[in-house]
């Protein structure tokens, strides 16, 4: 099976980093806690991001290294999907809110260093 391009696991997380923060919008945390709908999207989008960045340390861990607390990411996505019982969402409110607009910013920088691709 051929591997796809490092590019596209960042263009993932861009786009799923990106969603949690649009998901969140300007909501306090007492507004996240009572929106169940805006929970599960939040917390569904940072799996992807945990999940997408575990792929991209599997073929380009140089460029995934690069990325500031990749693998808190991929740590959190393990928790999100293996520990749903437990689910802080205090916590996923603080990551969505202060860590996840730093991860968009750092990959949108990583990315710069990828062509564009051709039409």
């Known amino acids: 099976m051929p ?5 596209i696991y960042l263009e993932d997380i861009e786009y799923y980093a990106d969603a949690a923060v649009r998901f969140i919008g300007d909501y306090d945390l007492e507004q996240y806690l ?15 991001c945990g999940e997408a960045m575990n792929s991209l340390y599997k073929v380009a861990p140089s460029i995934a290294a690069k990325i500031p607390h990749s693998r808190d990411v991929i740590g959190f996505r393990n928790v999100l999907a293996h520990g749903y019982a437990e689910i802080d969402h205090n ?12 991860l968009l910013a750092a990959v949108r920088n990583a990315l710069k260093d990828f062509p564009e691709p051709k039409s």
């Open 3 to 7: 591997q796809r391009d490092p590019g």
């Open 34 to 48: 009572a929106d169940e709908k805006t929970r599960a999207a939040v917390e569904r989008v940072l799996e992807i």
């Open 91 to 102: 916590k996923v409110y603080d990551i969505a809110v202060r860590h996840a607009p730093n």
